[in-house]
């Protein structure tokens, strides 16, 4: 029986026993402890690196005196000889750090596993939870040295690379089960096109980027260690695309471009029209999103290079990397060395809305937009990146994200990876505000999904002087309760426009947060009832207040920017039809979330998370005041950013996320709002202020004139 | 318990028990009876029909009365009212025939299944053995009659789709193991682009075909029982296209072309040597194929649509066919419908030489040029018809067989699958002639091949009067063993030149077939000797023999033909250097075979199987009579024809087929002459009649002069 030694290693503390003879790598793994390695265990990458924190001598000899661990190689001397800087700023010694796929156990060791050698890294996201992402992406790079060919066994390239690829993965992948077999690989056609000059020039040296552990889509000579891929959010209005490294998770750039459909209509409904009305409509609309995407991919290039160059100014001799049969080859395409191509871009994970779904995918969109409104397919969609014409790597997989009903698309799948509400016992209540909002409510039991149009009053628009979120816009409103004069902040400037003198002339309207504040404070001041109208007498109480409240051109307004604080020299007030618009975008989310709790049998729901751009800004309690979302403790009411975007990220770096979605959203049930019998009376109650049959515990102290209003005595149940 | 009931199914015979209330087909499953279904047992497609001979009254009636079978439904009834020419034909009366999909078992029955209800079709083959192709292709058509959508369930078209077509599969195919499950289709991105419209357009009833179970790859309005595909031998020199119906295996056009790529070389090697000299080598010659096989397409659509209208001249009204939701849909693309569109094509199958393989696929070929002689894969490829840009349905896919070495290609791999010496015990040797010959050997143990550079002569080319097989060539030659005089047969003409007096003033030159005969019978004649010389002396015998041996411009010649029998006004000579010609072709033929044999430690093969059109049409006792193949007993040699073109064929119709090949060509075992250390030696030996160093028992008698010629002892060993 072989000999056994006793192994530990920090800083996890694992321990166990090791056979002599064994890596340090292989004995690791065992323990459930994984140690990267990238070369299929060539002592060229030095991803395995590890200190030996006993069991040797305390300088490295080459003497026969019997050490714990095998001696260093000669392959180890030559790799440290590259690495001056890196053993001078760790303070190790060749001896010390060794390469865990070479240095052999000979007794009992103790070993310090660094972290940049552990496998799975992990990235931390910060959301409604805290949570880390496993990094496992589809597409990994494996370093693989050929047999060359010869007249004895002139076996074809592709079956030699095959084979060559199943050595590395075992290798690399070391005790893993279900390895693939070489006759399970399969190889792109275009791949297949370059492969046998690439593999000549290469000397039979190659990197070989495997999507998901299948299929060949990249042979590149030499090696590399960076794959990179982008996710992608397009929304009606904005695409934002991440450009990210596929090993380490990092986020190389972040662009966004206006979606170029807007000129095509403002909203969904439009595009689909536009696509009926108009012959060559899908085809411009299609052709329209992909040449964005084409150029966000090549800004974003760009934009990685520029800050990678910055990072290492140059290339340094102490990275070029040995390669296995022993010549040196440059180390290009990383972070240390030549520029990212967008050809090295091997995958791209888009989320949208059904419509931009189907726009992306050159799918006719108009069953969409018509009853009984059903998308073309729910499922995932994986197709090349040369069938639609996007510009990565032409065998690069285009994976977009499940569909779950006509206006719940795959931009809700996203924001359901990112916030995993089917792994909770508590019930959360998503919302995805936009000019349609799309909310998801329900815990691992069951998930309820509906969806209803907002209007675009909650954006800025169709309010007198609504504009978007812009420097000069007021993104914030108070309203003082006794004088019932104004402050505002405005985006660009520090502070209240109240606080400095330099506010004059700056302000030119009013942005969606601002809106959703002036209608709380307007309410909260008793400047408008319950009701939301205007209330009369008001207007006749003394200077200044007077002139603040005034008929208008259309009604009753509330001054809010006189015309001298203004960059457009007039008055900027809100109007009763302004406050009428909020009024109806507000009873419409109001009444989504109220008919999915009823559905769900629900109260309240334990945590509101409020998604898109919008819910980022609003102040929650001011959004609770008027009733855009139910009652609910107020520190459990999260406000968490571009998740659909955060979804299609995670969905780019863990391909095992995008597998456990799947079930996920063709589970989620749906409810089309007209189809409820008591919408059109719930809709009707929830324009008031907060809602006419609703209690609002929660900011029930923020409630004015409560004895006046009669419409107010829900509030207090 | 569920009673039993005997049932007996004619003509196979099968017996055994049904439940009461089984239908007939699946009974008949049940026993192993396959009876044919693409309605999904929805009593429209009428491929179930069977006869009941025993087991019901006389006389069809609808009354209360038991008869053994349940009584004739509505369905049935309706379907066959549109067909009373199919009754009249066959003398059936409704109730006699039944759809057995519909027809239950309530008592004892025997059943007739006629031959067009079989499942399984075979058709039959000729070849060195008789064999029986089960067709069983790629892609199989299933009605699907789905749920519309609304808007309590608003599921998206694909899924309702997948879900309609598991129900079918699951109908037709009863009872077979391992049908797929909705969720394990997937669609064809460029089908997924039209299937909404066409979905709506047929009001839910769809034709949906699907390849290898999987991907569906077309859907179709309404009802359609024919697929079609296509099977292609890209010769150096002529590339030949058959159209067939995948689901009958019957070819409804043969078409053939010059390969266009001979413009930019003759033979492979100066093809490949064309591509390293000019940069857009390559892709000229990938585009001029595809070009030749898109024309091939149209043509061959063309043709099958004219003869399938001249059999069907105009469309029956009892050929329309009702859909399952009870409204009536026209049969379009089948033989008695609309015209087949080339879209209609839903696979191909190619196979050339691995010059032609790269080529096809825009692989460079420089490698298959250059020692070790690799080529880029040696598996089979499928890609998409989109991406090589052949014209057949865009979804459509494309299956090139696997190649063996460089210059054992496709092609073989084809004749493999047509000939199957890998199903053998006894020892079969193949050989492939053309400018380049490949040769296989061997059994189900154990198959060996190579390949030999053989020169343009066996073709008629670099023959001073050579010419192709076309009207005007010689095919046959004879030589009087006393007279010396000759006689011949030309193409297009009836009998020998000596019978007719309108032979004069017709000859052009002598195609590849008739050089083997006139240098065997030259041979034989004695007038060259064994070592190919022409024999000295005989020109000065008497006239008229004397003046057919005769000096010509470049040595000594035998004229065939005299300038009043030609069209070309010369006389038509063979010559010595024409001689010198064969012996080298038939050195390098022979001696590849030998080494085989050698190698597999065999005497001769059992049976020799020549490929290719040149193997039609020479004389078997003439090739071996001057050593072009090994001795075997004449009845043992078979000229099969285009074997290449019968495996494409094969494949297209019978994908298991595919699979099984695969790994055969992996196994076979190959050998570069050059590498052998007797070639050179076994090569000069070989240039004599029939070779210097081996026993030809079974030519022995047309060996001429034996005691005379010393070169010839062997001959009697």
């Known amino acids: 029986m072989t000999k056994k030694h006793n192994i530990i290693l920090q800083p996890s503390g694992s321990r166990g026993q090791a056979e002599e003879g064994q890596s340090i790598r292989s004995a690791a793994h065992d323990l459930g402890v994984e140690i990267e390695s990238i070369c299929a265990e060539n002592a060229t990458c030095g991803k395995c690196m590890v200190v030996i924190e006993e069991g040797r001598f305390e ?58 050698s552990r496998g799975n890294k992990q990235i931390v996201r910060k959301s409604a939870t805290q949570r880390e992402i496993e990094i496992k992406p589809s597409v990994r790079k494996y370093l693989v040295t050929m047999t060359p060919p010869n007249l004895e066994r002139p076996i074809a390239d592709w079956e030699r690379l095959a084979k060559g690829l199943e050595t590395s993965i075992g290798l690399v992948r070391r005790g893993e089960e279900n390895l693939p077999h070489w006759s399970d690989f399969t190889v792109d056609y275009t791949c297949l096109r370059t492969m046998s000059s690439t593999l000549r020039e290469a000397k039979w040296n190659v990197t070989v980027s495997v999507w998901q552990d299948k299929e060949v889509v990249q042979v590149q000579a030499g ?27 990092e986020i190389l750039a972040a662009e966004s471009e206006m979606n170029p459909q807007i000129v095509y209509g403002e909203d969904v409904m439009s595009r689909i029209q536009y696509t009926i009305e108009h012959k060559d409509g899908l085809e411009k609309l299609h052709k329209a999103i992909i040449a964005t995407l084409n150029k966000l991919l090549t800004l974003a290039v760009k934009t990685a290079n520029m800050s990678l160059r910055a990072r290492s100014p140059k290339q340094s001799p102490d990275e070029e990397v040995e390669i296995a049969s022993g010549e040196s080859a440059p180390r290009t395409s990383s972070p240390q060395g030549n520029d990212i191509r967008t050809e090295d871009i091997l995958e791209m994970v888009l989320v949208g809305n059904s419509t931009m779904h189907h726009l992306l995918l050159n799918l006719p969109p108009k069953d969409l937009g018509l009853a009984p409104f059903v998308p073309a397919i729910h499922k995932s ?35 359901l990876l990112a916030e995993e509400p089917h792994m909770q016992d508590e019930n959360w ?46 993104e914030r409103i108070s309203i003082d309760e006794t004088t019932l004069e104004p402050k505002y902040k405005v985006i660009g400037m520090d502070g209240w426009n109240t606080d400095h003198a330099e506010f004059k002339g700056q302000v030119k309207g009013i942005c969606g947060s601002a809106i959703i504040d002036g209608v709380a404070e307007l309410f909260r001041t008793g400047i408008v009832d319950s009701r939301g109208r205007f209330k009369t007498g008001l207007e006749s109480t003394s200077s200044p207040k007077g002139k603040r409240i005034r008929q208008g051109e259309s009604g009753w307004e509330y001054v809010i920017a006189w015309a001298e604080e203004t960059s457009i020299g007039r008055d900027i007030p809100m109007t009763q039809q302004d406050v009428r618009q909020i009024q109806l975008a507000k009873a419409a989310l109001f009444t989504a979330a109220r008919t999915l709790l009823k559905r769900s049998g629900l109260e309240s729901p334990d945590k509101i998370i409020l998604a898109g751009g919008f819910g980022s800004f609003i102040d929650k309690e001011k959004a609770m005041l008027i009733g855009l979302i139910p009652d609910c403790v107020l520190d459990n009411v999260y406000a968490i950013g571009n ?12 391909v095992e996320k995008r597998r456990e979605i799947e079930p996920v959203t063709r589970k989620v049930e749906r409810f089309e709002l007209p189809t409820d019998p008591e919408f059109q009376n719930q809709f ?16 029930a102290h923020l409630i004015p004139n409560r004895a ?10």
């Not at 040369?386 to 997989?397: D, F, P, T, V, Y």
């Not at 309010?463 to 816009?473: K, L, N, S, T």
């Not at 009707?684 to 900011?699: D, G, N, Q, V």
């Open 59 to 116: 300088k490295y000899n080459m003497d026969s005196k019997r050490e714990n661990v095998s001696p260093v190689t000669n392959q180890e001397v030559a790799y440290f000889a590259r690495r001056p800087r890196l053993l001078k700023d760790k303070g190790w010694e060749v001896g010390q750090v060794r390469l865990s796929c070479q240095c052999k156990i000979q007794g009992d060791v103790l070993i310090n596993v660094p972290e940049e």
């Open 223 to 249: 090696y590399h260690e960076d794959s990179y891929g982008a996710a992608v959010d397009i929304g009606s209005t904005t695409v934002a695309l991440y450009l990210c490294n596929l090993r380490t998770g």
């Open 381 to 415: 969609v994986d197709v090349k990146a040369r069938e639609l014409g996007l510009q990565i790597n032409s065998a690069g997989n285009i994976h977009v994200l499940p569909t779950i009903a006509s206006f719940v698309g795959a931009d809700t799948s996203a924001m």
């Open 429 to 474: 209540l998503l919302i995805d505000v936009g000019t349609n909002a799309e909310l998801v409510l329900g815990n691992r039991k069951r998930l309820v999904c509906t969806s209803t149009p907002t209007g675009p009053a909650l954006e800025g628009a169709h309010v007198e002087y609504g504009m978007r979120a812009a420097p000069g816009a007021m």
């Open 643 to 654: 998740a659909a975007g955060d979804g299609a990220r995670i969905a780019l770096l863990n």
């Open 684 to 699: 009707m109650l929830a324009t008031s202020f907060p809602h006419m049959s609703e209690p609002f515990p929660h900011i």
């Open 708 to 717: 006046a209003d009669p419409m107010a005595k829900n509030f207090m149940k």
